[in-house]
């Protein structure tokens, strides 16, 4: 009796996903960087070449900035601040002065400095490893006469590396393609561009062994990457990812209509943005509405007055803050684009992973647990002032709500109102349209969800990426506590139902705006919890929504 051979099992290596989706195509394997070869002059020559490529860069980073949507422009402005912080140069320019030539001696010192950045306890900073690499190569190629190019890919490739620089991203056409890195973070500037962009991507996979243009299906759904070194699985791969496509919207455009449930139960789906700029190529019919719009990037708008103290504009109060005038007017675009659905606007969240220079406390430990959020904007009372004066200025205009980050006891809530009235009256006397919107709060501390009846608020949003890691004691930034830092925990979802069921006793709106409510495979237990309106990236529209129509109740 003969027995039918099985084919091996294709060769697969497991990362973590750090941006959703499924590609099959031809891997594209990065180069190793190396320097130009340029030959060393005298050490005054050599400390002018250096002074003169750091101005480059500097330069050619506030182009890019200027030119760039919002999420893009928080990345490259961290590596301006960085090629502008004489601190790091330092060590470039002492070793030029001892006889190094300048792009050896560059090279040298942000090499240190990415090795500090990789061996950092924080996530956050090993994820910043990539922004330092990006500047090195920026400000080297300057000083080999080389600049920051893009990577030309044929479609459907999968780009292998072991990180990505910002600049290499922002700079490639990534539409049906997608990143498989054997390093990175899921927290890394280029992780968060490509959700946004909804580019599939994996990080962690640790050494792979490809040859260019083997055929790859990339599923960073689960973090797979699966080598069809077959005919016959390229074929079966080449199946799957068919499927996969005739599943996925096409475009934006498809994923419209009402989201039902499969009983017919209507579920609001909404949007989160953090500028204006990037809503160009959305389309207002695919969602109910903004349910978050972040404003820390607006704060550090390229060209932004300080805010200050009176009236609406002014030169103090942190540089880079945005006044008044130009909130509103940022505001007023949100409106324009939503066409008469509710925005939903947060108030400046600053602090934890968001700095911004002179506003946050710098250096601050476990800053996740220390100044942000509501807590920064009440001690800052005058920048506070010009962001509420300017939301009731644009609530005169539309169907604008004011949403509370990180409140954590009913005080705030009351501090906030206040200050609200308090702006409604300056505006009145100073005869300028205005309008006193709802007023709600975000709910991400464990301490505000347990005693939500306490607070006087007009609406609730629970911010599932805080209040995961709060619940858990596990910071969403650690790649080591991944597992734990899970919204799907049973003791997340049993706190989320807390909130639904204390916001529902009060007729109090209740939403969710955080990573969790885009997971399709978590937006089942969000419906089982009680939720009704899910907040999240454009990109994720078309995944959530089927996820809504194949929800049946366990009640029905």
């Known amino acids: 009796m003969s027995v039918e051979a099985r084919s091996p099992e294709p060769p697969t290596y497991q990362g973590r996903p750090a941006s959703p989706g499924v590609t099959f195509g031809p891997v594209v394997v990065e180069r190793a960087a190396t320097g130009s070869g340029r030959g060393a002059g005298d050490p005054a020559g050599e400390r002018a070449a250096l002074e003169t490529a750091l101005a480059g860069a500097a330069a050619a980073l506030a182009g890019l900035v200027a030119g760039s949507s919002a999420d893009a422009a928080e990345i490259l402005e961290f590596q301006l601040a960085l090629v502008e912080d004489e601190a790091l140069s330092a060590p470039a320019f002492e070793a030029i002065d001892a006889g190094q030539p300048a792009e050896a001696a560059w090279r040298q010192a942000l090499d240190a400095q990415i090795a500090d950045y990789r061996a950092a306890e924080e996530e956050y900073f090993r994820a910043r490893a990539a922004d330092l690499v990006d500047l090195r190569d920026r400000v080297a190629g300057l000083l080999g006469g080389q600049t920051v190019a893009g990577v030309e890919l044929p479609d459907g490739a999968v780009y292998l590396a072991d990180d990505i620089a910002p600049s290499r991203f922002l700079s490639t056409d990534w539409r049906g393609r997608g990143i498989a890195l054997q390093a990175g973070s899921p927290t890394s500037h280029v992780a968060m561009l490509a959700r946004a962009r909804g580019i599939p991507m994996i990080v962690g996979l640790g050494t792979v062994s490809v040859d260019e243009g083997d055929l790859v299906l990339l599923d960073a759904d689960s973090g797979r990457l699966v080598v069809a070194a077959e005919p016959a699985d390229q074929l079966r791969f080449a199946a799957e990812f068919a499927i996969h496509r005739r599943r996925a919207p096409a475009t934006l455009e498809t994923a419209t209509g009402p989201a039902l449930t499969a009983d017919g139960e209507r579920v609001a789906i909404l949007i989160n943005v953090a500028d204006p700029s990037e809503l160009s190529d959305v389309p207002v019919a695919i969602c ?67 700095p911004i220079a002179g506003y946050t406390v710098p250096n601050e430990a476990n800053s996740f647990l220390g100044m942000r959020g509501v807590r920064l904007s009440l001690k800052h009372p005058d920048i506070f002032r010009v962001q509420i004066r300017a939301l009731l200025r644009a609530a005169a205009e539309g169907e604008i709500r004011v949403m509370v980050p990180m409140v954590s006891v009913p005080s705030e809530m009351r501090q906030v109102r206040e200050m609200v009235a308090a702006a409604a009256g300056e505006l009145a006397a100073e005869g300028l349209a205005h309008k006193v919107p709802p007023v709600g709060m975000m709910v991400e501390v464990p301490a505000a969800a347990l005693v939500l009846e306490a607070f006087d608020t007009d609406f609730v949003s629970i911010g599932s990426n805080d209040l995961t890691q709060y619940v858990m004691a596990a910071s969403r930034d650690s790649a080591d506590l991944h597992d734990l830092a899970d919204p799907a925990d049973p003791a997340v979802l049993a706190l989320i139902a807390t909130i639904v069921d204390k916001a529902g006793r009060r007729a109090v709106p209740v939403s969710i705006c955080g990573d969790a409510g885009g997971d399709p495979a978590i937006v089942p237990a969000l419906l089982d919890a009680g939720l009704r309106t899910l907040s999240v990236a454009p990109a994720a529209v078309g995944r959530v929504r089927r996820a809504v129509n194949d929800y049946r109740s366990a009640a029905a």
């Open 288 to 354: 109910d509405g903004i349910g978050l719009a972040r404003t820390e990037l607006m704060f550090n708008a390229p060209g932004a007055a300080g805010i200050g103290t009176s009236g609406g504009t002014g030169t103090g109060g942190g540089a880079g803050l945005a006044d008044e005038e130009t909130q509103l007017s940022a505001y007023r675009r949100l409106l324009a684009w939503a066409d008469g659905r509710p925005v939903t606007v947060r108030t400046l969240d600053a602090g934890g992973d968001k």
